[in-house]
């Protein structure tokens, strides 16, 4: 890798459930003390479990506002309720009260209240860790609050927590966990990105999912490599995903065979590579063809 | 509940490929051997379910939402709108106002506070919903657009289209996205139950943990459901037992399962211990609520 530059590779699948954290989290135990990690599947974060980082620093998060109403203040007129389109404003026991998981933070109720009873305050939306793993690296995770909003912007945070402290660091690689999904958080873990490791599984709906993932990342223009998860599960779909693959000029990486390993090192706390097994030389070969791809120039 | 409110049951997951696809589309197509049913993709960003449905597309419909456009003649170039949006999503760049069509949240503010009236609402397509027919089973697929980022306000949208023209299916199944956040709470929001479907590995158990909080939050009384049983630890019945969360059914792991999966077949008909396996789970869901 050249060392005056700073690579961004985010692991994504489209489909959840195709192996993409265990995977991610065994090219993180690969790529050592020299990787920045970022875990931006603040839905549903589990790499931790594999990576063991330390919890070293804890932020609180705020993103978005709530609505928040001063009885006192409050005459009752319902302005506020009429011009709410999410319908976070009901009358209970004569009182108009704010409904948190229907309020957006618009601040549409606010600017029309006459009585200036109702006032817009910061929402806190999760925590934001900087941690050290297991393998000496830097580590930069979250967790949403249960039922938050804005996961989005608590995936750029993360990730740009996670750039800052490369750079400070003169570490030459990022590599993030994705979310499921095409929608805001996938979108906000691709912005800046340099790479994308794609992990599908060969079924119908794996390759539904990163058909439409794809699309995602061509508007991104970002260059990617694909692996075939549990591969044997179906020959004549992974042939369809390869044939995909090869339509788009997106980058085969490897074809990993179904293997109970993946439950196994997963209980043990482990990675994939962590453990000897024919899997581990099929991981630190996607590892090198990464690496390659970033060294190439366009 | 009024006697004839259809049964609502959402079929949820923290954790993305432990089977909800699976058990949603195969719920719904066992139920309907019996009865009319319901099954509603909202899993709009990455919608499965049509491949495992057969029969006849009914009708397509574009799902709008509402955003503002500038009338360029009519704008005094006041600031009001790049003021009220808390979005960011309308912003006053020199005589210029911009509307960023993914930020906007059709909150409606800037359109109907604007003094000169120069930012109109119209229409912008964010998705499509599919209605599918097949004997007693109805199946509606939600689709999000590629390139839009919100899924909430399709959800919402959707399950309005499910209580204004199917409210007289009696037993309607959702399969809801992975994940805590918004979308989820959105797509369980009217379930009379929510299923939650994990796999007994410790991604599963720390994904229903953090499922388990968002239901309670929102007060929804759930079961759940594991998948691929035998491939990893006991602790997400440990776990079970301790919350005294009812655990509805467990689905051995069996290859035999992935492989129809995989081909977009069903396999309630194919696979005895699955049809037992759903027959329990609804008896336990009827039981429950």
Known sequence: MQSDILSEIVVLSGKGGTGKTSITASLAVLAGADAVIADCDVDAANMHLLLKPDFGQTFEFYSGELAVINQDLCNQCGTCADVCRFHAIPQDKNQYQINALDCEGCGYCEKVCPTHAITMQERRSGNVYISKTKAGSAMVHARLDIAAENSGKLVAKVKNDAKAIAMAGNKHVIIVDGSPGIGCPVVSSLAGANYVILVTEPTMSGLHDLKRVYAVIKKFRIKAGCIINKYDLNNEKTSEIKNFLKEEQIGHLADIPYDSIFSKAMIEEKTIVEIESPLKHIVEGIWEKVKEQLTRKN | ?289
């Open chain 2, 1 to 289: 509940m009024a006697v004839n409110n259809p049964l609502k049951i959402a079929v949820a997951s923290g954790k993305g490929g432990t089977g909800k696809t699976l058990l949603s589309t195969n719920l719904a197509a066992f139920l309907s051997q019996e009865q009319k049913t319901l099954l509603v993709d909202l899993d709009v960003e990455e919608p499965n379910d049509f491949l495992f449905i057969n029969g006849a597309v009914e009708n397509v419909s574009d799902q709008y939402k509402m955003i503002p456009s500038w009338d360029e003649p009519k704008c005094t170039l006041c600031g009001s709108c790049s003021n009220t949006c808390n979005f960011h999503a309308v912003v006053q760049l020199g005589t210029f106002i911009a509307v960023f069509n993914e930020l906007c949240h059709s909150c409606y503010a800037c359109s109907e506070l604007c003094p000169a009236q120069a930012l109109p609402m119209h229409k912008h397509k964010m998705g499509t919903v599919t209605t599918k027919s097949s004997g007693n089973l109805t199946f509606i697929e939600s689709r999000l657009e590629v390139g839009e980022e919100q899924a909430v306000p399709l959800i919402n949208q959707t399950h309005d289209l499910v209580d204004t023209y199917y409210k007289a299916i009696p037993i309607q199944i959702f399969d809801c996205p992975p994940g805590t956040s918004c979308p989820v709470v959105a797509a369980t929001k009217n379930a009379d139950f929510v299923v939650l479907v994990t796999e007994p590995t410790p991604f599963g158990l720390n994904d229903l943990r953090l499922a388990v909080e968002t239901m309670q939050k929102i007060q929804k009384p759930v079961g759940v459901v594991i998948n691929r049983w035998g491939i990893g630890n006991d602790e997400v019945e440990k776990y079970c037992d301790q919350a005294q969360i009812p655990i509805l059914a467990k689905i051995p792991f069996d290859k035999k399962i992935a492989e129809y999966y995989s081909n977009g077949e069903l396999v309630h008909d194919k696979i005895e211990h699955l049809s037992t396996s759903l027959h329990q789970l609804i008896t336990a869901i009827q039981h429950a609520v």
